[in-house]
Structures are given as C-alpha cells and as structure tokens.
Nanobody
Framework: QLQLVESGGGLVQPGGSLRLSCAIS????????FGWFRQAPGKEREGISW??????STYYVDSVKGRFAISRDKNTVHLQMESLKPEDTAVYYC????????????????WGPGTQVTVSS
C-alpha cells in the first residue's frame, strides 16, 4: 500500500522560501505521477504541480510557475517554493496517480495528511 507523508511546512515571511518534502513508501515510484495540491482557508483544494516519474516531466499552474519547482529524489518528492506570497497560505498535500498529465483530483488514488504553510509578516 502506497503511503505519503508530507513535511517541511511552517511560517515564512512574504518573499521567503520553503521546501516541502513528501516521503513515499510501499510502491515502485516509477509507475506514478506525484502531484502537489493545496487548500487555502475557505477555498476548494487546487492542484498546483505534478511530476511524472516515467520521464521526469513536470507541470505547474500559472499561479506558481516560475516560483515553485517540483522534483523527485529516489522515494521523496520535493516542492521548492520561492518568492512566497500571503496567497500561498494553505495546507499542502502530496498525492499519487497512475494517470499521466493530470491534476484532476479524482485521478489521484493516494494522499498524504497535508502540511500547513503560512506566509505572513
């Protein structure tokens, strides 16, 4: 059974950086796409980035493009976040899918519990 556990969240000032990590266990990671999602207070959860283990391709939504970078190192997926803004405040979730090239939540079969990121001065 695939298990995901996020870490690295916290409080950061606007303009600062954080690196989120998602520890993966229980499966061969090469078959999966790993996505990062976030849910801000009072808003629906949104997908922001995915990493395709099969070929190393990545995708970002416009709101984080150029500021966030997703990568995978063995059994850990990272989300490097730069130039953070107050609107990046959310609970961040790591998830795994077998479908390629998607941020549709229904395609993601496994989810971590989430980690809180707060951007505030």
């Amino acid at each position: 059974q695939l298990q995901l556990v996020e870490s690295g969240g916290g409080l950061v000032q606007p303009g600062g950086s954080l690196r989120l990590s998602c520890a993966i266990s229980g499966v061969n990671v090469h078959y999966y796409v790993f996505g990062w999602f976030r849910q801000a207070p009072g808003k629906e959860r949104e997908g922001i980035s995915w990493f395709n283990s099969a070929d190393g391709s990545t995708y970002y939504v416009d709101s984080v493009k150029g500021r966030f970078a997703i990568s995978r190192d063995k059994n850990t997926v990272h989300l490097q976040m730069e130039s953070l803004k107050p609107e990046d405040t959310a609970v961040y979730y790591c998830a795994a899918a077998l479908e390629r090239h998607t941020l549709e939540e229904a395609s993601y079969l496994f989810w971590g519990p989430g980690t809180q990121v707060t951007v505030s001065s």
